[in-house]
């Protein structure tokens, strides 16, 4: 195959990779806690070639190569919704939960108590205090999340405030190394050490983080990748013309 051809389908897959990252942050616009990807790539040189090393003018053919993905964990806007049990993070830090995975770490505050009285997330994995999951009693009410994240309720008889427990804020020596494990859940590989969050995270409640993502630029993105995607296709199929022409005026016998 020609080599612009070549070139031009290694730049059309990988708009494609960014167009199916793009489209997914846009699908996750309203996901609380959700961080948005972006796609990383490079230039990438045909090997077996150098410069100087041919006596014409030929020179190495570059390749676009699709590197990797990676993650914004900016912090999105605070949302107060005034639910006692929902929760933002402000500043760094992340809830620990128990998931049938093993912990898992996530920023989305969506927080219930199941059936068993157990504080849970929005898919019912608990929520992991600084002592183990945290339990509540049926007959506590009037539930308060202090700054640094102790939970205390009323107790039976209205009076005395108990805690229930606190919960336990992490961060990462290398956040950039935590990999997806769902919408707003994130897992840890071993070589990733989680520690206790700084004195300046503090937990807000009745609120919640919203996602991260800024549809406009995103939207915006989308445009831009389908149009580029679409004038490589114009190229290509102008370049197939010119191989189609060539080979009908070569194919002609000389008159």
């Given amino acids: 195959m020609d080599n612009a051809l070549l070139v031009g389908l290694s730049r059309q897959m990988a708009l494609g990779h960014e167009f199916d990252v793009v489209a997914n942050n846009i699908a996750n616009v309203n996901t609380t806690g959700y961080k948005a990807d972006n796609a990383a790539f490079a230039q990438y040189l045909m090997p077996g070639a150098s410069d100087n090393d041919f006596t014409g003018t030929d020179q190495r053919i570059a390749f676009v190569q699709d590197r990797a993905s990676w993650i ?27 998931t049938p995975r093993g912990r898992r770490y996530t920023r989305d505050g969506t927080l219930s108590i199941n059936a068993n009285g157990t504080l849970v997330t929005g898919d019912g994995s608990p929520v992991l205090g600084t002592g183990g999951t945290i339990a509540f009693q049926p007959t506590d009410h009037d539930v308060s999340i202090s700054p640094s994240g102790m939970i205390t309720v009323r107790s039976s008889n209205g009076t005395a405030s108990v805690q229930r427990g606190q919960l336990q804020l992490v961060v990462f020596d290398r956040p950039q190394s935590l990999r997806k494990d769902g919408g707003s859940t994130f897992a840890a590989p071993a070589s990733v050490n989680a ?23 995103e939207m915006a993105r989308m445009i831009e990748i389908s149009r580029n995607f679409s004038d490589i296709s114009d190229l290509l199929q102008q370049e197939g013309d010119l191989q189609r022409t060539a080979l009908k005026q070569l194919a002609q016998t000389p008159t």
């Avoid at 929760?87 to 992340?94: M, S």
């Avoid at 206790?196 to 630029?217: C, D, F, H, M, Y």
């Fill in 195 to 217: 520690n206790p969050a700084p004195p300046s995270t503090r937990v807000v409640q009745g609120a919640l983080e919203k996602s991260n993502v800024r549809a406009v630029v």
């Fill in 72 to 98: 914004d964990l900016g912090a999105g806007s605070i949302d107060h919704t005034g639910n006692p049990l929902d929760i933002a993070i402000d500043g760094k830090g992340y809830l620990v939960v128990q």
